[in-house]
């Protein structure tokens, strides 16, 4: 559960997702999560659709959504990458939009894009279990299964790589048939638990 003091400033969360609060807050619900009238029709042509509310007042608002696990992730000036439904708020001075991410979005059964958050603040995000922060250099790529991805931030490039062997195709392999491969400078979020991903089936 993710608790948000406010002295009169406001959050951007998932709508539905408010549990409690105290004090006086308002609601609002905002249509398409994304910059005005551009960041909606953006959001209807590539399915990366999600409805969102702002909260403003005075006082303590609690978030949560299922039970899943929430991360804090702090940006100075840089992009974060995440799918729409693993957004849970943002504070109000971060801006939302979409970006294409083509066959990683595919396979995860997420569409060809993807959700992006940026500038300054805190946005929360929602994984499956604890998520594991791992880094991406220069001199070490990281390999991730697509069904345990939750976000990414940085300068990095992402690629698909077969992970089929003799052994997968015969039934005696981890079934890890499409792997992520980023390479670069940043960060990358994986959960301890797959979702059911179509490259789990290739």
């Known amino acids: 559960m993710l608790a948000v003091e406010m002295t009169g400033d406001a959050v951007r969360a998932k709508n539905g997702s408010m549990v409690a609060y105290d004090g006086q807050m308002s609601f609002k619900r905002l249509t398409g999560g994304g910059e005005g009238l551009r960041g909606m029709v953006t959001r209807r042509l590539t399915g990366e659709q999600m409805t969102v509310m702002e909260v403003r007042g005075h006082g303590t608002c609690w978030f949560a959504d299922r039970a899943s696990e929430i991360n804090l992730v702090r940006l100075s000036g840089d992009r974060l990458y995440v799918e729409a439904s693993n957004l849970l708020a943002t504070e109000a001075g971060l801006r939302t939009g979409t970006t294409f991410t083509g066959l990683r979005g595919a396979s995860q059964g997420n569409g060809l894009f993807t959700t992006t958050v940026e500038g300054h603040g805190q946005a929360a995000i929602l994984s499956d279990g604890p998520a594991v922060v791992l880094r991406v250099s220069p001199q070490y790529p990281l390999i ?43 960060l990358v979020y994986v959960q301890p638990s797959e979702r059911n991903t179509i490259a789990g089936d290739v």
């Open 144 to 186: 991730v299964d697509p069904g345990a991805y939750v976000a990414h931030q940085g300068n990095v490039r992402q690629t698909f790589q077969s992970g089929a062997t003799f052994r997968t195709l015969i039934g005696e392999g981890g079934g890890e048939a499409v792997q992520i491969r980023f390479e670069g400078d940043g």
